[in-house]
C-alpha cells in the first residue's frame, strides 16, 4: 500500500493498492484500487496535453483498428443500440433537445432522429465526426466537452456512453452535465463495467491507457450521487447491477463510506481472483456454447454486412425495424 498525493476523488480516501502494472496488450501502465472505496485509477493520471496528443489521431486505430468503422461493426452497433432503445422506450419517448456527447460513428445520434428527437452530438475524433455528417448526414461537431461551447439548462437528454472512463476528472465532468440539462432533464451515463471484465476477460486483459476511471456499479452509482445525480425510479430496477445509468438532477449525496468500503473489498477479491485465473470464468453456458453463438452472430453480421452494402444502408434498414418495432 502506497500514499497518493491527492485524496480519492470519489471517497477522499489516501490509500491505494497496485492491482496491474500493464495494459491490456502488455504495455506498461501502472493502475491502482483505492482502498476506500474501490475506484480502479490509472497512475499517473495523464495530463491535458498527453490526453489531447493520445485522442487526435491514435485512439481509434489504436482501438478499432480504423478511422471509420468497419461495416459489420456499424451493424453491430446498429442492433446493439436499436435494442437498448427499445428497452428504454419509455424514457426515449420523451421530446425535447439532445446531446449525445461522444457520438463515435453516429448509432445513437441516427436511430434517436428518426424516431423524430431533436438530437445533436459531439465528437472529439476527426474522422468519426465526418463520417457521421457525410454518411450518415448528422449534426456532429468535431469538438469536445471543454471546445463545444454547450450552454447550462440547455438539454432535456445527454447522453454520455463509453465516455466517462476517459474523463480525467469525472466527478467535474458530471457537475457541469448536470448543469447543462433543462428541469426534468435526463442524463444517460454507460461506462464499461470493471468487475464483469475482470471475471470474463483472459487475465491482463482489462487496463486501456485511455480508461482512466474503470468503474463498477457501485462506485459509478456512488461517484453520480456526489455530483448531484440519482438513478430515475423508472429505470431504477431495470438497470439495478450494471453501469448504464439513466440520471436526475438532486441535492449533491454523501457518499455511503461502510457501503464503499464493503465495494473496495469485493473489488480486491475480484481483481484477485482475475490475476489468479488461468481462464475466465463463462459469463453463461458452456465454453463450446458459447462458440457456437459467436460462430453464429458472426456469420449473421457477415450474411447481413453482405446484402447491406453500405453504412448508410444498414441505417435505414436499423430505423425501419426500430420504427416497427415501436409501431407493434
Ligand atoms: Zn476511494
Redesign the pocket.
Known amino acids: 500500500m502506497t500514499g497518493h498525493e491527492a485524496g480519492?476523488i470519489?471517497?477522499?480516501?489516501m490509500t491505494y493498492e497496485v492491482v496491474s502494472e500493464r495494459d491490456r496488450h502488455g504495455a506498461p501502465l501502472c493502475t491502482r484500487l483505492?482502498a476506500?472505496?474501490?475506484?480502479i485509477r490509472n497512475d499517473p493520471v495523464p495530463t491535458a496535453d498527453e490526453l489531447d496528443a493520445f485522442y487526435a489521431s491514435a485512439y481509434r486505430e489504436s482501438y478499432k483498428g480504423a478511422s471509420t468503422p468497419r461495416l459489420r461493426q456499424v451493424l453491430r452497433n446498429f442492433d446493439r443500440t436499436r435494442q437498448h432503445i427499445l428497452a428504454f422506450r419509455d424514457i426515449y419517448g420523451r421530446k425535447g433537445r439532445w446531446l449525445d456527447l461522444g457520438s463515435g460513428s453516429g448509432e445513437f445520434l441516427f436511430l434517436a432522429r428518426s424516431m423524430g428527437a431533436e438530437a445533436e452530438g459531439i465528437e472529439p475524433h476527426a474522422g468519426y465526426s465526418a463520417y457521421s455528417r457525410q454518411t450518415l448526414g448528422l449534426p456532429v461537431r468535431s469538438a469536445t466537452l471543454d471546445s463545444g461551447g454547450c450552454a447550462p439548462r440547455s438539454f432535456d437528454l445527454i447522453r454520455l456512453s463509453h465516455v466517462l472512463e476517459h474523463m480525467r476528472d469525472p466527478l467535474q465532468t458530471l457537475r457541469r452535465l448536470r448543469d447543462m440539462l433543462r428541469p426534468c432533464g435526463v442524463l444517460y451515463v454507460e461506462v464499461p463495467d470493471i468487475a464483469e471484465e475482470a471475471r470474463n476477460r483472459l487475465r491482463g486483459r482489462l487496463f486501456h491507457y485511455g480508461h482512466i476511471n474503470n468503474f463498477d456499479p457501485t462506485t459509478l452509482r456512488a461517484l453520480a450521487g456526489k455530483a448531484g445525480l440519482a438513478e430515475l425510479a423508472a429505470t431504477r430496477q431495470r438497470a439495478a447491477g450494471t453501469t448504464g445509468l439513466f440520471l436526475e438532477a438532486v441535492p449533491d449525496l454523501v457518499p455511503d463510506a461502510a457501503d464503499?468500503a464493503r465495494n473496495?473489498a469485493l473489488m480486491r477479491r475480484i481483481m484477485a481472483d482475475h490475476a489468479a485465473a488461468l481462464l475466465p470464468k463463462p459469463p453463461k453456458g458452456t465454453v463450446v456454447g458459447r462458440f457456437a453463438g459467436r460462430v453464429s452472430d458472426r456469420l449473421r453480421e457477415v450474411v447481413a454486412a453482405a446484402r447491406l452494402r453500405r453504412p448508410r444502408c444498414i441505417a435505414d434498414e436499423s430505423a425501419r425495424q426500430l420504427r416497427l418495432a415501436l409501431a407493434r
Open positions: 480519492c470519489l471517497c477522499g480516501g483505492c476506500g472505496c474501490g475506484l464503499l473496495a
